[in-house]
């Protein structure tokens, strides 16, 4: 509930960024202002603490540099120069402009392209679908990240949310794979500490020594881009010496005949070959996980970045039922629980209004869109960006660029700043932010339903994501009942109310107390999968992946509910180890050329690139640094904190060399989010990662990106 007197009030809010914690908010506002942002401390999972990222959130309301009026560009494309427009012109000029384009080269001429700027069910990732499913554009399929671990996970367990993560504390071994808590989930690292206080042993899989991997009791350093050998080298020890839960397979699990062949492929000494982790510490591992109950394993999105990172997963997942983890509270893996909020994607993005046979273009593969590098009929006219910044996020970025470069392309930015992306576009529209808007968050790391409420009004004439869909919708002549939907009325029909996981829980509770539990059971006594009831075709964990049948896919909330026109191609029933592309062993000639594996973790201070423009953060994160191993910067003499240039053969950046054996010879590290127009050289990783897909959900690999690096 709000408290208020004349002069402040409080607010109850949540976290908008793309993180797992989604942080209940309390907004502090005097004579009108926001002047603090802080943590509820009743909140069971955040417990009233923000991250870095938050420290100065109140002050980011209050950038100078914000857009704050519609505008309309002046100079070269790539300048940032604009000037102010109306809204009405703003808009009026989109519709002179789609309707040309819809008149000459129909609606498909036109693409959205958006991803989780902001995290709400009304702002977020979904905001536009049903606008431009009602427009008939193309449909974008948004796999910057997730859609090949959760494609996976399901593929294997179903749509469950799987362990809960506060029921870590009760774990005895947990394992934390492909992720860096600390930076990327650090609300959930106190339950693993809870869980290390009463004895557990923590074990972090990480090709470098992140500041998670510092603080576990034994860190694996493991190749880049091989953690489905690993998994199945496991799985053979687990195998070979008995350790199987044979009473949990047998009833609860499909496939294991087919399983065990496979993990017999992957004998300790080989998978040590493959991963570069010695073969007794392959071994111990097994052994330890498997007799060590309740085990837990944390999954993360990294794993999912290179050509096999699908199988990755979904061997990984296996694991858990295997040795019967599920049966046990604080036992079995947990990789997104946002499978258990009752959303409508009927409702938020309306697919029954896409047109039979209505092509999909991947929101990575946009670079080579625009150039011509893929044959499209009709050819992309017109592209309309929020919640998402292409230029540095996705691979190939100088491609992106020449393609945003075109004159012919009309480019249409909703946004907070002049980002290096919206840099490039026609018309500017204002965005609001989050003490300004009114959503229910998606939350992707608990379990937890939370209400986020406007605390101030919005500066100049900046409108939320839901206000200027129902804006375009109204200027391009749609008059569906479902534009004059007032947000109360949208968000009821967003989620299923009656759900029994809702059950007691209304939109009018949320509004006077912020948060609430789902009806999932509470961590203390919470094992979804004690008894099986897996969500699968099957019911089953399915070792040998019955949807498999229907080839390579990408969920639905991740091409605006369209299930038509998937990627199809062949997926092995049965997880396999797919080898990276850019590998000395597959291609030595490439590899001499660009010796070295280069990684782009997500930033400490940063998300993505939000708040890579904000001073204060730009200090605690500091420019943009490589970290290399002393034995590779001395054979190219450089020194620490020098300058060095890195480059292959699709791009290059700059960066300070930090010299440390937190990585290992031959791989180097640097993070993502950096602005490319502040960097050194106007570019930034993404232009040397490559624009290929995973073998599954259609993920990037910006993992298998192979390099140079020069002393400057």
Same mark, same amino acid.
């Given at each position: ?298 999954? +993360?999105? =990294? *794993? &999912? ?9 979904? @061997?990984?997942?296996?694991? /858990?039922?295997? %040795? ?6 604080? +036992?079995? =893996? *947990? &990789? ?9 994607? @009927?409702?938020?993005?309306? /697919?029954?209004? %896409? ?358």
């Amino acid at each position: 509930m709000s408290v208020q007197s004349a002069e402040a009030k409080t607010v109850r809010g949540a976290c908008p960024q793309d993180c797992p914690d989604t942080c209940a908010f309390i907004y502090h506002v005097e004579d009108g202002k926001l002047v603090e942002v802080t943590g509820d401390p009743a909140h069971p999972m955040t417990r009233g603490g923000l991250c870095v990222k938050l420290k100065d959130f109140a002050e980011h309301h209050y950038n100078p540099d914000r857009l704050l009026y519609p505008m309309k560009r002046v100079g070269p494309k790539g300048s940032g120069k604009y000037e102010r427009i109306s809204w009405d012109e703003a808009l009026s000029t989109i519709k002179s402009k789609w309707t040309d384009i819809i008149d000459q080269y129909g609606s498909q001429a036109i693409m959205p392209h958006a991803y989780l700027g902001n995290q709400g069910t009304a702002n977020g990732l979904t905001a536009g679908d049903a606008f431009f499913n009602r427009l008939g554009s193309t449909v974008a399929e948004k796999t910057y990240c997730e859609s090949g671990s959760s494609t996976a996970w399901v593929m294997t367990v179903g749509p469950t949310g799987g362990l809960d993560v506060e029921s870590l504390a009760y774990a005895k071994y947990i394992i934390v794979w492909g992720m860096n808590m600390v930076s990327t989930n650090l609300h959930a690292w106190p339950f693993v500490l809870e869980a290390k206080s009463k004895g557990a042993k923590i074990v972090v899989i990480d090709p470098y020594k992140s500041r998670t991997a510092k603080q576990a009791d034994w860190h694996i350093a493991i190749k880049p881009g091989t953690d489905a050998a690993l998994a199945l080298g496991m799985m053979n020890v687990i195998i070979q010496e008995g350790h199987v839960d044979y009473d949990y397979v047998e009833k609860y699990t499909l496939g294991y005949e087919e399983l065990k062949a496979r993990a017999a492929e992957f004998p300790v000494e080989r998978v040590s070959e493959i991963t570069g982790i010695p073969a007794t510490d392959i071994v111990k591992l097994a052994r330890e996980y498997a007799t060590t109950p309740p085990a837990a394993i944390r999954e +993360g999105v =990294a *794993v &999912e970045r290179c050509p096999g990172g699908g199988d990755a997963v979904r @061997a990984i997942t296996c694991l /858990p039922a295997l %040795i019967g983890a599920w049966r046990h509270v604080g +036992g079995g =893996a *947990v &990789e997104m629980p946002i499978y258990e909020f009752p959303m409508s994607v @009927a409702h938020v993005s309306r /697919p029954n209004w %896409i047109r039979p046979g209505t092509r999909v273009i991947n929101e990575l593969d946009l670079g080579a869109a625009l150039t011509g590098k893929m044959k499209l009929d009709p050819p992309i006219k017109s592209v309309f960006v929020y919640n998402s910044n292409p230029v540095s996020q996705a691979p190939d970025a100088g491609e992106l660029v020449r393609g945003l470069q075109r004159e012919d392309l009309f480019t249409v930015c909703s946004e907070l700043f002049i980002t290096d992306t919206a840099k490039y576009a026609d018309i500017l529209l204002p965005s609001t932010m989050q003490a300004e808007q009114y959503d229910i968050m998606v939350t992707w790391g608990h379990l937890y339903i939370m209400l986020n409420q406007p605390a101030i009004p919005a500066p100049g004439e900046c409108v939320a994501n839901i206000d200027l869909f129902r804006r375009l919708a109204k200027t391009m002549g749609f008059d569906d009942d479902y534009w004059d939907l007032t947000d109360d009325e949208w968000l009821t029909l967003a989620y299923d109310w009656k759900s029994p996981a809702l059950e007691g829980i209304t939109l009018d509770i949320l509004k006077k107390d912020g948060w609430k539990r789902l009806n999932v059971g509470m961590p203390e006594v919470r094992a979804p999968h004690a008894e099986g009831n897996f969500k699968t075709p099957s019911g089953k964990c399915e070792f040998k992946s019955s949807m498999a049948e229907g080839g390579n896919m990408v969920l639905d909330v991740w091409r605006s509910g369209y299930t038509e026109m998937q990627v199809g191609g062949y997926v092995d029933p049965v997880p396999n180890y797919i080898a990276p592309v850019e590998v000395i062993d597959g291609a030595p000639e490439k590899s001499a050329q660009f010796p070295l594996n280069l990684l782009s973790p997500k930033p400490h201070a940063f998300l993505n690139t939000q708040y890579g423009n904000e001073a204060p953060q730009m200090k605690r994160q500091g420019e943009q640094r490589i970290m290399i191993n002393p034995s590779d910067a001395a054979s190219r003499s450089i020194t620490n904190g020098a300058y060095v240039r890195v480059f292959n053969q699709r791009g290059t950046f700059e960066a300070k060399a930090d010299l440390t054996d937190d990585v290992g010879a031959g791989l180097i590290v640097t993070n993502v989010g950096h602005w490319p127009g502040l960097n050194r050289t106007g570019t930034a990783v993404n232009s040397t990662t490559a624009p290929r897909h995973a073998n599954l959900g259609q993920a990037g690999v910006y993992s298998d990106n192979r390099v140079e690096v020069e002393r400057i």
